[in-house]
Structure formats: C-alpha cells, structure tokens
C-alpha cells in the first residue's frame, strides 16, 4: 500500500515558522485530498487543512492567515507552511492522503507523525 513519508517538525518559539512535507512512496494518480491534522494525548484528531483534487483548501479556522498547505503533484507531495505558530499549536501532525479507488469509494492512508513543539 501507500506510504507517507513526514518531515520537518521540530521545536520552535512562539511566533516561529516551520514547514512540514509528506511524501507519497509511489506516484499517486487518484487523490481525491490531502490533508494535515493534528493530535494531542487525550483529544481527538482534528482537521488543520486539506487541498482537494481541483486545488482548493479548507483550513481549520484558529490557523487561518498563519498555515498555508500546497501540493507538488509531480513529487506526489504535500507541504504545510506553518508561520506565526503558538504554543497551541503544539501537537503531533498527521498526513493524510484520500484516493478515489475504480469503485468510486475512498481510501486513506496516513503518515507516521512528526512532533511540533511550540515553546512560549
């Protein structure tokens, strides 16, 4: 199966930047999505952004003007540029990727975890 490959976490101060990629293990040619969330001990894991098939991006409302998430199509990988980071965002990121199967039904597939610790 897929696999996703994170990187780029790492310990930072408040209003730092830092810039998270995830990369497929093989080209993709059906992605419906890919998304970035995130989790903490004792919480749900919740949406930070996604970019859909035909370009367009949904964030998370607290990241908004912060978190930009693009796409290189041909390296089959997503990037999440994180600026402005608070203590709040601190968390494990996740990669997620969606791909239509010849169903028409979905597949995820997600990456291992990269930590982001942000110090106030």
């Known amino acids: 199966q897929v696999q996703l490959v994170e990187s780029g976490g790492g310990l930072v101060q408040a209003g730092g930047s830092l810039r998270l990629s995830c990369a497929a293990s093989e080209s993709i040619f059906s992605i419906r999505a890919m998304g970035w969330y995130r989790q903490v001990p004792g919480k749900e894991r919740e949406l930070v952004a996604r970019?859909?098939?035909?370009?367009?991006?949904e964030y998370q409302d607290s990241v908004k003007g912060r978190f930009t998430i693009s796409r290189d199509n041909a390296k089959n990988t997503v990037y999440l540029q994180m600026n402005s980071l608070k203590p709040e965002d601190t968390s494990v990121y996740y990669c997620k990727l969606t791909t239509i199967t010849t169903s028409g039904w979905p597949n995820n597939y997600w990456g291992q975890g990269t930590q982001v610790t942000v110090s106030s």
């Open positions: 970019i859909m098939r035909d370009g367009s991006t």
